[in-house]
């Protein structure tokens, strides 16, 4: 069964504390593997999207890796205005449609 | 719009009462998904259409749910005699392409509360 799952549940992290996000994944045929950014009441904001194991892209403070099971999002000197939830999913190559984990709550105090 | 926009944003109904959700997708994105969120939970999968191709409809939760997607573009998600526990955010997200991977973008989601 193709499955996804994120941790830690939650993180605290003191403002300039640079720390990495982990989203472990087992599919059948993995198509992209996704990373979301969702505040409280907002839909889901894209970040990145990662292909193939090796892969790695930027954006401001954060850094997406994938290896074949796993992918890591790091966050480089977060700020306050980081904090959020984090959402991983996959796609599948049989079916299209995105897995989500159950996301990783960020929390960054000044 | 450059989103993808998603009506009503919230909508209070009384238990039993038919709901519509619609989605107009990002112009030319023949993709499009329809996915719940519940108070403090990840998303679930409800509906997947790709261009002309048969809709992959392996999430949906009961015969009360259905969704249609109209000329290729705007969709609406109909829930049936709503109870309870169909209260959640649903969001839809809509992409260029299904192979390979275009990137998939989010509305912000219709606030479905029923009582």
């Known amino acids: 069964e193709d499955q996804v799952t994120q941790s830690p549940e939650a993180l605290r992290l003191q403002e300039g504390e640079s720390s990495s996000l982990n989203c472990s994944y087992t599919?059948?045929?993995?198509?992209?593997l996704f990373w979301y950014r969702q505040d409280p009441g907002k839909g889901p904001e894209f970040l990145f999207t990662l292909y193939s194991a090796g892969e790695e892209k930027e954006k401001e403070r954060l850094k997406a890796t994938l290896t074949k099971k796993e992918s890591f999002l790091h966050i480089t000197a977060p700020k306050p205005e980081d904090s959020a939830t984090y959402l991983c999913?996959?796609?599948?190559?049989?079916?299209?449609?995105?897995?989500f984990g159950q996301g990783t709550t960020l929390q960054v105090k000044p | 719009g450059a989103g993808v926009s998603q009506s009503p944003s919230n909508k209070v109904t009384e238990k039993g009462k038919d709901v519509e959700l619609r989605c107009d997708p990002i112009s030319g994105h023949t993709a499009l998904y329809w996915y719940r969120q519940s108070l403090g939970q990840g998303l679930e999968f409800l509906i997947y259409f790709q261009g002309n191709s048969a809709p992959d409809k392996s999430g949906l939760p009961s015969d009360r749910f259905s969704a249609e997607r109209t000329g290729g573009s705007v969709s609406t998600l109909t829930i049936q005699r709503t109870q309870q526990e169909d209260s959640a955010v649903y969001l839809c997200a809509s992409s260029s392409r299904g192979t390979p991977t275009g990137t998939i973008y989010f509305g912000e989601g219709s606030w479905l509360t029923v009582v």
């Open positions: 999913a996959v796609q599948t190559s049989n079916t299209g449609k995105l897995i």
């Open positions: 599919v059948s045929g993995l198509r992209g």
